[in-house]
């Protein structure tokens, strides 16, 4: 599959968790069913760089192309941007 992290996080609204993943990486990602995917320019491929949900807990985020690049960034601005409403805990699922 891909590296697999839940972000852990008390955050005030469901809304404002949705905000920050809309705002990911300039609005980067696309909304879908299950949360939103992450696609770099280049990447036209079945799969995209990297999803991310809502969770009670805070965030899933997975990457399927490494933690570099778009992914990076992504995850990066979700950890930033939750750290602003308290501690944040990243744990790795594998």
Same mark, same amino acid.
């Given at each position: 599959?891909?590296? @697999?992290?839940?972000i852990?996080?008390?955050? %005030?609204? @469901?809304?404002?968790?949705?905000?920050?993943?809309?705002?990911?990486v300039?609005?980067?990602?696309?909304?879908?069913?299950?949360?939103?995917?992450?696609?770099? %320019?280049?990447?036209?491929? =079945?799969? %995209?760089?990297?999803?991310?949900?809502?969770? =009670?807990?805070?965030?899933?985020?997975?990457?399927?192309?490494?933690?570099?690049?778009?992914?990076?960034?992504?995850?990066?601005?979700?950890?930033?941007?939750?750290?602003?409403?308290?501690?944040?805990?990243?744990?790795?699922?594998?």
């Amino acid at each position: 599959m891909g590296v @697999e992290y839940r972000i852990v996080v008390d955050l %005030p609204s @469901e809304d404002i968790a949705e905000k920050i993943l809309s705002r990911a990486v300039c609005g980067a990602g696309q909304k879908g069913a299950a949360g939103f995917d992450f696609r770099s %320019p280049g990447n036209s491929g =079945p799969m %995209p760089d990297a999803i991310a949900s809502v969770e =009670p807990y805070g965030f899933y985020f997975c990457s399927f192309s490494g933690i570099n690049g778009l992914s990076a960034e992504v995850l990066g601005f979700i950890i930033g941007s939750a750290a602003t409403y308290g501690k944040v805990l990243v744990e790795d699922l594998e």
